[in-house]
T-cell receptor, first 110, second 112 residues
Framework: NAGVTQTPKFRVLKTGQSMTLLCAQD?????MYWYRQDPGMGLRLIHY???????AKGEVPDGYNVSRLKKQNFLLGLESAAPSQTSVYFC?????????FGAGTRLSVL | SQELEQSPQSLIVQEGKNLTINCTSS?????LYWYKQKYGEGLIFLMM?????EEKSHEKITAKLDEKKQQSSLHITASQPSHAGIYLC????????????FGTGTKLQVIP
């Protein structure tokens, strides 16, 4: 039982490049989330999903897209990366009584 | 949208002292989570509160949700250097656990 797994762990992009962050959970959770954490700050919700095939916008969705084609996977895409998207990205899944978090992805956009 | 405000934003305490961190919501909370994060690392689940007036403890950390379910406090007794880190409250608004947002975080330093 791996919990929530994020790939990659680190990535450096140039402005304008695209990439996809993958989140996988093996706990059969319905709810999944993508957050970003900027230095010295709390977590801000980017997008979330309440089940396979569904997605919804969070607090800071601009510049990101998501997909939940399979229940266990939640993908976060950056179509044209900008320096403002330099951050640590956390994925989570939820049972209701607890949010389970991945280890995070450190993304730098130069 | 729901906003969670934490206070203080940062705190420096002497080892052995007690401290309290507050988390205030603009809306009634459906569920309130507390997490701890060591600098540069992932999030550690502390506890979850759901009922008004509920209080839970985890080692020397106690959290309470007020009766109106719009504020939670986290209290650390006899702080230790191992308590240092960022404390985050997260909450689901009324209606379910679909959308979970987090507060701004409180940085805690414990001086030996």
């Amino acid at each position: 039982n791996a919990g929530v797994t994020q790939t990659p762990k680190f990535r450096v992009l140039k402005t304008g490049q695209s990439m996809t962050l993958l989140c996988a959970q093996d706990m059969n959770h319905e709810y999944m989330y993508w957050y970003r954490q900027d230095p010295g700050m709390g977590l801000r919700l980017i997008h979330y999903s309440v089940g396979e095939g569904t997605t919804a916008k969070g607090e800071v969705p601009d510049g990101y897209n998501v997909s939940r084609l399979k229940k266990q996977n939640f993908l976060l895409g950056l179509e044209s990366a900008a320096p403002s998207q330099t951050s640590v990205y956390f994925c989570a899944s939820n049972t209701g009584t607890r949010q389970y978090f991945g280890a995070g992805t450190r993304l730098s956009v130069l | 949208s729901q906003e969670l405000e934490q206070s203080p934003q940062s705190l420096i305490v002497q080892e052995g002292k007690n401290l309290t961190i507050n988390c205030t919501s603009s809306k009634t909370l459906y569920g309130l989570y507390w997490y701890k994060q060591k600098y540069g690392e992932g999030l550690i689940f502390l506890m979850m509160l759901q009922k008004g007036g509920e209080e839970k403890s985890h080692e020397k950390i106690t959290a309470k949700l007020d009766e109106k379910k719009q504020q939670s406090s986290l209290h650390i007794t006899a702080s230790q250097p191992s308590h240092a880190g960022i404390y985050l409250c997260g909450a689901a608004a009324s209606g379910g656990y679909q959308k979970v947002t987090f507060g701004t975080g409180t940085k805690l330093q414990v001086i030996p």
